[in-house]
């Protein structure tokens, strides 16, 4: 097996042994776990998030931390997972405790991992975070190059991104060679086999050089995907300083010509959404937060779990509407648990959030 992984059944942990480009590598891989369902592949950084243990501190103040999986392409895959839909992830992870633990982590989640790789000269990626009293986020990233940045072109597993129905991906592959080339390669063959091609910058700046360097660089793909999601504070970033509830700011500056949809997301309040022939908004449901981390993970892995099995969604307002709310409802219910990936929920929770939500307003 020279390069490439195939999607094979392979029941249990098997370490595969792959001789090519730049150096040896392992992998431990699943399979894909559901070939009959609609396939969402998610690209991008997979990492251990330190969490306070107590809420409300800055890093500095925290007494202690504990550990949980993180990185939002990640967060997406396991989220499509969870919903009963069918996911892999295409990334790497360092050959160290981390990583194996992460991988076994998608392994559970039943998240095809097939195109996960190990590097043995950097580690896998940390990353300390906390929700501040003011309900500022603050990050601190250990990345001196962690393995996520050091994927290879020669390194991604082209036979599982050509099954992809939807090609999720985010920006901070875009910042450092050679992860921003192999990123690049994966969306060229996802698009030419026919993927919609899903994007959320998730912006972190301190990741960056500057400011300009993440507006340029998360800019340089935009007019490529089908699907955006944004958050107005992105809006903001991106456009320079402009009202993000503007629809004609959004419109003009953000909505490109072979954009299905873009949409908006208001934390709480809900999202916007907007097409060529459409735009309107779908409120939230009202919940009691203890931890937003992952709730934007959450609302696009609800969102693609929709799309991947009614692509035609983009053309019927009232079907897009309802996969919305149901996005929606899978941001909310994440926020009432801590940890983005123990909180993501089942399809069964979402349907449950829905039928209460719809009482409650008769």
């Not at 099954?163 to 192999?182: M, T, V, W």
């Not at 990741?207 to 998360?218: D, F, N, T």
Request: glycine letters at 10%.
């Amino acid at each position: 097996m020279a390069g490439k992984l195939t999607t094979g059944n392979i029941t249990g942990i098997e370490k595969l042994h792959i001789v090519g480009g730049a150096e040896d590598r392992t992998a431990i891989t699943n399979g894909n776990a559901a070939k009959n369902k609609p396939l969402v592949v998610c690209f991008g950084e997979l990492l251990i998030d330190f969490v306070p243990t107590v809420g409300g501190v800055s890093l500095a103040e925290a007494p202690a931390f504990k550990k949980a999986p993180g990185g939002a392409p990640a967060n997406v895959a396991v989220g499509v997972s969870r919903l009963g839909g069918s996911s892999a992830f295409v990334g790497k992870v360092g050959d160290d405790e981390f990583g194996y633990m992460l991988a076994d982590i998608l392994k559970q989640n039943n998240v095809d991992n097939s195109g996960l790789r190990f590097d043995r000269t950097a580690r896998t990626a940390l990353a300390f975070v906390t929700l501040k009293a003011d309900g500022e986020r603050e990050f601190m990233f250990f990345r001196h190059p962690s393995a996520d940045m050091r994927l290879h072109e020669s390194e991604l597993n082209t036979n599982l991104i050509k099954q992809a129905n939807i090609f999720h991906y985010g920006s901070i592959s875009l910042i450092e060679e050679p992860c921003k080339s192999a990123h690049l390669a994966a969306m060229s063959i996802a698009k030419k086999f026919g993927s919609m091609l899903s994007y959320d910058p998730n912006l972190r700046l301190p990741l960056w050089p500057s400011p300009e360097a993440a507006r340029k660089g998360i800019m340089s793909i935009w007019d490529q995907s089908d699907i955006i999601k944004v958050s107005e504070d992105e809006i903001t970033f991106l456009t320079g300083g402009d009202d993000p509830y503007d629809d004609n700011v959004v419109m003009k500056k953000l909505f490109h010509p072979n954009l299905k949809l873009l949409v908006v997301t208001e934390g709480s309040e809900g999202c916007r959404y907007y097409t060529k022939a459409f735009k309107g908004r779908v409120p939230g449901i009202k919940v009691k937060p203890v931890d937003t981390t992952g709730a934007g993970d959450a609302f696009v892995s609800g969102l693609l779990n929709s799309l991947a099995s009614d692509s035609k969604l983009f053309q019927d307002e009232k079907r897009l509407r309802d996969a919305l709310l149901f996005a929606n409802v899978c941001g909310a219910l994440t926020v009432t648990e801590s940890g983005a990936i123990p909180s993501l929920p089942t399809k069964t929770a979402v349907l449950d959030a829905l039928n209460k939500h719809s009482a409650s307003k008769k």
